[in-house]
């Protein structure tokens, strides 16, 4: 049975950083394009990044690109998301999510239904 499991949300000010954290079970990390989405009240859920199965190949949407930061650690079974800068905009539900195809991450980012496995998420607050 996989299992995703993030942590790390939390209110913050904005300007302020947060990292998020995915532990991952029932899987072979190194097999999956992991990604990190967030759905804000009333709007879709949106890729934020994701990264290849080998961490070679990432993905960032225009919002988040030279603010956040996504790194995997396959042997510890884990997905980072560093959040630098922070924005009220930010404040989202983050959830982490994991794809066994490959392909270009900045496509698969894209499809939320080419992602069968996700989080419980974690919650994003940034005040202004």
């Known amino acids: 049975q996989v299992q995703l499991v993030e942590s790390g949300g939390d209110l913050v000010q904005a300007g302020g950083s947060l990292n998020l954290s995915c532990t991952a079970s029932g899987l072979t990390l190194g097999h999956n394009t992991m990604g990190w989405f967030r759905q804000a009240p009333g709007k879709e859920r949106e890729g934020v990044a994701c990264?290849?199965?080998?961490?070679?190949?990432?993905y960032y949407s225009d919002s988040v690109t030279g603010r956040f930061t996504i790194s995997r650690d396959n042997a510890k079974k884990t997905l980072s998301l560093q959040m630098n800068n922070l924005k009220p905009e930010d404040t989202a539900m983050y959830y982490c999510?994991?794809?066994?195809?490959?392909?270009?991450?900045?496509?698969?980012?894209?499809?939320?239904?080419?992602?069968?496995?996700w989080g419980q998420g974690t919650q994003v607050s940034v005040s202004s």
């Open positions: 990264i290849s199965g080998n961490g070679g190949s990432v």
């Open positions: 999510a994991a794809s066994p195809l490959y392909g270009d991450p900045t496509s698969l980012c894209g499809l939320t239904v080419d992602f069968p496995y």
